[in-house]
């Protein structure tokens, strides 16, 4: 299933939500790097400078340098706040992404963090850790680029972590995505 299909606007219905509150000014400025997220032998995110990002090869999202995440068609997926709070569509809360970690909506520690290596490790509820994988190419270049590859981690990662119910859902209907 691709990624924006899981990641973007909830339409239910027909109606799909509004993009975030401030979606047309934008929100946090960022630095898109050139980067490669190794997540394992059978997936690799690639982010590209104009800011298209691809999972296995697929365009799944692009990333603008005013913080807006949208899907291949345009659609408003989230945006990222000047604080680091990520917002989805009708301004619901898809957590916060900073430089080093991001945290789940409505959780105060961080469950991934991004370490000077490139490595990123998650954590579980109960403090457990995890490698996810490392990302190689420009994301050390500065906090900027740290926090968009981290944005991208976290969005990949959320709907990972439970793709039936991350709180980041697109698709027609009631849990049916189309292609």
Known sequence: MSLALI???TVVGGCAAPPP???AQGGARVEVPAARWVRSETMTVDVLPNGKVTVNG???LTI???GRVYDPNGVAIALLEPDGKLVGPGDSSLGEVGASSASLPNEKTAWLTLLPTGEVVRYDDLG???SMGAWIGQCQMTPRTRQVCLLVTHL???RQRNPNQTGITF???V???LR
Do not use: I
């Open 21 to 23: 509150a401030h979606w």
């Open 175 to 177: 849990g049916v995505g």
């Open 7 to 9: 990641l973007g606007s």
């Open 58 to 60: 697929e365009h799944e």
């Open 64 to 66: 603008d340098r005013a």
């Open 128 to 130: 457990g850790k995890a």
């Open 171 to 173: 698709g027609l209907g």
């Open 156 to 158: 990949v990662a959320t």
